[in-house]
């Protein structure tokens, strides 16, 4: 053979290798990517469509028909939408604003009187009214076509959240007129509202839930500052509160939302309309500065296509094997919260896993392309569904504290002095897995608190470390030393509250 001809050979040698090299990747990563779905079927883990969505409610037992036309007509544009009344505010650490005791609404848009609102609920006591239906029959069915995937819509979400600010402002300004009883039937139907849509599969709903409760926990505490408050009505709080569920409902959208990016990962290798409608956002904002990757509108066709090719040959099957494997350290992480009740625990368990998950892909993908598939936001969720858990353990042991003050006329020395009568057992903090901490003082107050996110008991130290600076003291800031249920702030302290406010303004 001459000399040409081995250059020949040669160079067709290199481009053989150069093509099966590919070929061969891919393949390899199609099949890992298999094995590993057919892996998770072995153990049998739910991944086609049918197995994740919920079975069909009865028309009859769908409340959806009778508040349709109430979650249109409460608007936005109100006091109770933009200015509700603030409810459980946190003033100073440990300390919160009675709202309903103020002589005026000082929201965070405006300042309205009481009468305003008072006109606004008038007007609407008709469609207030219709979500009393509720209270006995808590289902929600939207009737969602869960086949959709990514392109599902879900506009009424934003009206339940809206309808139950609307309740929040019915229950203050029953509280100020007087009425706890009429106060305890809107916070009913804003916790009714979170349960009857617990069934829903999609993630953003489980978020929509955990702000509604988080809505109903404010007004339960301004509820508790009334002092006639009723047994009755107390009781009958605390059984809805112990109804909820947040850990269980969010494995079941997880699970849904494995299903989901499933088959949107097969439909995008096989549609270029998908490719371009789903993952060009995430690698081509409008306000992107990457140069390897300049917005969309400033890309060419060619170039696009050229993307899709890449992220189709070389990327797609570790990128949806990566979504699975971290979508599975979550799922499991939520069935360990539903057993261990301790975020601690499940953060030990995820965090490491999912951090060798995300430096493995950081450097096997598609810039810009790979944030789609990390497991941190579904751990978030995780995040915030253990905290309203620990939330409604909370609510439930202050209830059980006023029940059982109303009747001794003292509150008790432990929590376990309220066992059975108050109490089942002493509820969880779900951020270490032991009983919530209590004690009583010697002013008869009481300190009720979790150790909160950062898993340490403080001694209910309700203060943010030295080194965060910050004006927000919700009880529940995730910075805070101890999540300490708060106190009523004095009439001074409520004063330097406005002050302060007045010159920041």
Known sequence: MGRRGKIL???????????????????????????????????????????????????????????????????YESIAGRNTPPAMRGILPG??????????????????????????????????????????????????????GFDLRLPYLALLRRSAQWLSAAALY???????????ADVRVMLAIAKGDSDERVLISQYVRIAITAFGANDLWEILQDPNISDEDLAQLQQDWQSLDFTKSLEKALLFERVENLQECIQTRKSSEKFDKLWGYSYASGTSTNQDFPPTEQRSLYLRKYDELRWRWFWSYQDELYGMQSLQVVIEASRMAQTNKSFQAVQAFSAPRLIRLNEKHSVNSMNGLRDVFRGDPFFAALRKAMGIETTRNVVITAIALKRYELRYHRLPDTLVEMVPDFLK?????????????????????????????????????????????????????????????????????????????????
């Open 9 to 75: 050979l040669a160079v067709g040698v290199a481009l053989v290798v150069a093509v099966l090299i590919p070929v061969i990747h891919h393949y390899q990563l199609r099949f890992a990517t298999e094995a590993y779905i057919a892996q998770l079927k072995t153990q049998g883990e739910p991944m086609e469509l049918a197995q994740v969505i919920p079975p069909p409610v009865p028309p009859q037992h769908n409340v959806v028909p009778f508040i349709t036309n109430a979650l249109v007509r409460l608007k």
């Open 95 to 148: 300390r919160a604003m009675i709202g309903w005791q103020q002589p005026r609404i000082i929201g965070r848009q405006a300042t309205n009187t009481w009468e305003d609102l008072d006109r606004e609920l008038t007007a609407a006591k008709d469609d207030l009214n219709s979500f009393q239906n509720l209270t006995n029959h808590p289902i929600l069915d939207f009737n969602l076509d869960y086949e959709k």
């Open 174 to 184: 029953d509280l100020h007129e007087g009425d706890p009883k009429s106060a305890c």
């Open 425 to 505: 057992s002493v509820p969880t903090d779900f951020m270490d897995g032991q009983p919530l901490r209590y004690r009583r003082n010697p002013d008869g107050t009481f300190l009720l608190y979790s150790v909160g996110e950062n898993g340490k008991d403080d001694g209910g130290n309700p203060a943010l470390p030295k080194y965060v600076q910050s004006s927000n003291y919700y009880w529940q800031n995730s910075e805070a030393l101890d999540w300490v249920w708060p106190q009523p702030a004095t009439e001074a302290e409520i004063q330097t509250y406005y002050d302060r406010q007045k010159s920041r303004n």
